[in-house]
């Protein structure tokens, strides 16, 4: 009887564990899944604006005119690419890390910073230089919170289920 006891609390144990551990993991991949949008999100838009101002100054080295409908395509890009730069900087780190919102800031500082002396060659330069490093810094603490966001629930598994087989382990040395 007692036996018969152990195994029917052991079943509702393991079972509601398992609906737990599911619910748990269902949770942190649907948050996985909102941040690699916003990730993906952003890196597309710092793209599109990096790719305008490399253009531009392109053309302006070689003292040359962007054609017209090309210059139309990416000043809309840069435009939509500044302006989801722009709302996921407000988010700030509701989705997306700490360290990738404090680079989305930087580069809407270093935006808003001009120098008068500058010619516009330098202008597109600085901007460009300051899109490359908020890429490399949004790629980099994005890699470190994809790869955050599961591993804590895994680690709770773990040890959930370690304590689980020692204490069946445990039940079965006290039977024997």
């Not at 993906?40 to 080295?61: F, G, K, N």
């Not at 890009?77 to 919102?101: P, Q, W």
Request: with cysteine; proline share 2%.
């Amino acid at each position: 009887m007692l036996s018969l006891m152990q195994s029917v609390v052991t079943a509702f144990l393991a079972a509601g564990l398992t609906a737990w551990f599911a619910l748990g993991r269902f949770r942190a991949e649907k948050w996985w899944e909102k941040k690699v949008e916003a990730y993906s999100a952003i890196m597309e838009a710092l793209h599109h604006m990096h790719r305008d101002l490399t253009v531009s100054y392109e053309a302006e080295i070689g003292m040359s005119e962007v054609p017209g409908e090309l210059k139309a395509e990416l000043d809309a890009k840069y435009t939509a690419g500044r302006n989801e730069i722009l709302r996921h900087a407000d988010l700030g780190d509701f989705v997306i890390s700490e360290k990738a919102a404090e680079a989305l800031v930087q580069l809407e500082k270093d935006f808003s910073w001009s120098n008068p002396n500058e010619s516009y060659f330098e202008h597109l330069d600085g901007k460009a230089f300051a899109v490359s490093q908020c890429m490399a810094k949004v790629k980099a603490a994005g890699k470190e919170d994809l790869a955050e966001v599961l591993s804590p629930y895994r680690s709770v598994v773990r040890a959930t289920l370690r304590k689980l087989i020692d204490n069946v382990k445990r039940l079965r040395s006290e039977k024997s």
